[in-house]
């Protein structure tokens, strides 16, 4: 089964961002959250804050996306 990464909206505390990490990586969305507070504090908040607005942004939210089936018809010129 193919894997995607999606914003969780069972386990979210915000967005939902470290919990679709958590269910992507199979990894507890608190270590996630932990993890992510430490970067942050210690990379003095900005970047951190940055990364998950860009997150929250560009990770759709878990059952928002259709996956969508092309099919593509040959054209024909009418000359047998």
Same mark, same amino acid.
């Given at each position: 089964?193919?894997?995607?990464?999606?914003r969780s909206?069972?386990?979210?505390?915000?967005?939902? $961002?470290c919990?679709? !990490?958590g269910?992507?990586?199979?990894?507890?969305?608190? &270590?996630?959250?932990l993890?992510?507070?430490?970067? =942050?504090?210690?990379?003095?908040?900005?970047?951190?804050?940055i990364?998950?607005? $860009?997150?929250?942004v !560009?990770?759709?939210?878990?059952?928002?996306t259709?996956? &969508?089936?092309y099919?593509?018809?040959e054209?024909t =010129?009418?000359?047998?």
């Open positions: 089964m193919k894997k995607t990464l999606y909206k069972r386990d979210r505390i915000i967005a939902g $961002v919990g679709g !990490l269910d992507y990586l199979d990894v507890d969305p608190n &270590v996630i959250r993890l992510w507070v430490v970067i =942050t504090v210690f990379s003095g908040g900005f970047p951190g804050v990364l998950y607005i $860009v997150a929250w !560009l990770i759709p939210e878990e059952g928002s259709v996956d &969508v089936e099919t593509v018809k054209e =010129t009418g000359q047998d």
